[in-house]
């Protein structure tokens, strides 16, 4: 496992690889865009040029980014009235467009930088129904995919199951595999917060290994690229995406050994999401936590 967490790359893309290593990092998820607005950021050449020395004199990877939060490739394919939350629409804006378009950005940053994957949600259908937007999601990516050449791939996560996301479910992630029909660049990222909130039981005894031999026999675990590592502070089932620092929450301490022992998951990147023991994300008690929790969840299998 080489793990990691997600940290703010503000002040410049290069800051990021700082920071990570500053709480134990091996691996590295950033924001390359403003994740609250559409308008991409500039990376000036000297800065790409500086994030990729950094993280090579590390050994820091895989690196990847995550998608801004406003991209939703399964809206309708039409402009809607957009406007500042809670004031009257002042213009109007094709979702679909801006978010293929994003997704371009995103890849073509993510090239750069030399990342592996772009995190992305899967979208919403938005009063479609869920074939036609799962029809749009798998040509938006295949569109971007092909506009972007190179090693970048699309990492597809889980939701947690609120309102009408998809990837709730890993029928519907092998849909939208089978829609983009890329095989070597779509991968996916399983999030535990998750994967427990929309009713995998990841935190049981034996849990992880039937909820990843299911990921196995639906969607193939060998495209399983990065796992995001996170507690709940909402109920099992419950839809709600909200992350707890680890073992402080309903996944718990010994639900963290279970998945962190899990041999399907030895060979991933693992990033921490936490809110963090101060609330300013993830930390090194996190990155300590996570280590812990391994070591332990190994000895228990008699791995150790
Ligand atoms: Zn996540
Ligand atoms: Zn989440």
């Not at 020395?53 to 394919?77: E, F, T």
Request: proline share 5%.
């Amino acid at each position: 496992m080489r793990f990691g967490a997600h940290v703010s790359s503000s002040g410049g893309i290069s800051n990021a690889v700082d920071r990570g290593l500053a709480i134990g990092c091996e691996s590295l998820q950033v924001f390359t865009h403003n994740p609250r607005t559409w308008r991409p950021i500039t990376h000036t050449d000297e800065q790409v040029a500086l994030f990729r020395q950094k993280a090579a004199a590390a050994g820091m990877g895989p690196l990847v980014s995550h998608g801004l939060y406003l991209i939703n490739l399964g809206a309708p394919d039409k402009e809607v009235p957009t406007g500042p939350p809670g004031k009257p629409a002042t213009a109007t804006r094709n979702i679909h467009r801006s978010s293929v378009e994003s997704l371009m950005q995103h890849l073509e940053v993510g090239e750069r930088l030399g990342l592996a994957g772009v995190v992305l949600h899967v979208g919403s259908s938005k009063g479609s129904t869920e074939p036609e937007a799962i029809d749009r999601i798998g040509t938006g990516i295949a569109h971007a995919l092909d506009a972007v050449p190179g090693g970048c791939c699309v990492y597809l996560e889980n939701t947690a199951g609120a309102g009408d996301t998809i990837g709730r479910t890993f029928e519907q992630l092998r849909r939208v595999a089978d829609a983009v029909d890329h095989p070597t660049r779509l991968g996916f990222c399983l999030d535990t917060q998750h994967l427990f909130a929309s009713g995998y039981p990841v935190h049981e005894d034996g849990g992880i290994d039937r909820v990843l031999e299911e990921f196995d026999r639906v969607v193939g675990v060998e495209r399983l690229r990065c796992l995001h590592l996170n507690d709940s502070m909402t109920a099992f089932g419950s839809n709600r995406d909200r992350h707890e620092n680890l073992g402080d929450g309903l996944i718990g301490e010994d639900g963290m050994r279970r998945i962190l022992g899990c041999p399907a998951l030895q060979d991933l990147p693992v990033v921490l999401e936490v809110p963090g023991v101060d609330g300013n994300g993830p930390d090194a008690e996190n990155m300590d936590r996570a280590r812990r929790f391994r070591e332990e969840g190994l000895a228990l299998r008699g791995q150790g």
